[in-house]
């Protein structure tokens, strides 16, 4: 019989091999830095719980193909292999898994925001409805 990994595995061993940042850290990057905040929350939670200024909006289906600065469907943000990008989804898991999958296409700078827009909107930062 096999052995697998289950999700809390798998999310602590991605997690090892990036430094994930606090929403302080993250506004401070959008803004001084050029940091690319990416909110991956699904439509229903931006309705009800608003949305970050100036973060782009990508579905997680679409990740991957809207920032591959190589890919045909990327993003006008998706400049480069150097970007910092920031996924930021509704609780800080999914994000996780969604950064790795970034520095698998080379984006190796990508990290996300842990606690994800809970915690964006705990810490009193910026949001608009």
């Known amino acids: 019989m096999s052995e697998h990994t289950g999700i809390d595995e ?23 830095d050029g940091a690319l905040l990416v909110d991956i929350r699904y439509q229903a939670l931006r309705e009800r719980d608003g949305l970050i200024p100036g973060a782009l909006v990508v579905e997680r289906n679409e990740l991957e193909w809207r920032l591959d600065p ?7 943000q998706a400049v480069g292999h150097d970007l910092r990008v920031v996924v930021i989804c509704n609780e800080g898991y999914a ?16 990290t996300d925001l842990v606690g994800g827009f809970q915690a964006w909107k705990a810490a009193g930062l910026p949001v608009v409805r």
């Open 10 to 32: 798998l999310l602590e061993q991605v997690r090892e091999g990036y430094e994930r940042i606090g929403p302080r850290e993250a506004y401070k990057e959008a803004a001084a």
């Open 70 to 76: 190589q890919g045909s469907h990327r993003a006008p």
């Open 95 to 110: 994000s996780s898994l969604a950064a790795v999958s970034l520095q698998q296409l080379g984006l190796h700078r990508a």
